[in-house]
């Protein structure tokens, strides 16, 4: 399938676009017309590669601030947990 890549010369928006025989090619941001058609590198995929992008993300999550942040809360909320139900086994 003809899948293209486009930049908006009115937005400077780059996008990709499934071009079939009636579709109307503009930018999906701003709805101009004047597009330049970008040089699109072709994609190869293997399970090796798939691992090893997920083995790159993962560790690029795991040392972001969000990631620190969401673990800290997630701790945080367990220890409430834990203290609560200590409070509603001794009150019983």
């Known amino acids: 399938m003809p899948i293209y890549e486009y930049?908006?010369?009115?937005?400077?928006?780059?996008f990709e676009l499934l071009v079939l025989k009636d579709t109307k090619v503009a930018c999906p941001s701003c709805?101009?017309?004047?597009l330049e058609r970008l040089l699109s590198g072709?994609?190869?995929?293997?399970?090796?590669?798939?691992?090893a992008r997920v083995k790159a993300a993962r560790k690029a999550n795991a040392g972001s601030k969000n990631f620190k942040d969401k673990q800290i809360a997630e701790a945080e909320h367990v220890r409430?947990?834990?203290?609560?139900?200590?409070?509603?086994?001794?009150?019983?």
């Open 7 to 14: 930049a908006c010369q009115k937005c400077g928006n780059e």
């Open 31 to 34: 709805q101009g017309e004047e």
């Open 42 to 51: 072709f994609a190869v995929n293997s399970p090796e590669l798939s691992q």
């Open 80 to 92: 409430e947990h834990i203290m609560e139900h200590r409070d509603n086994v001794r009150n019983s």
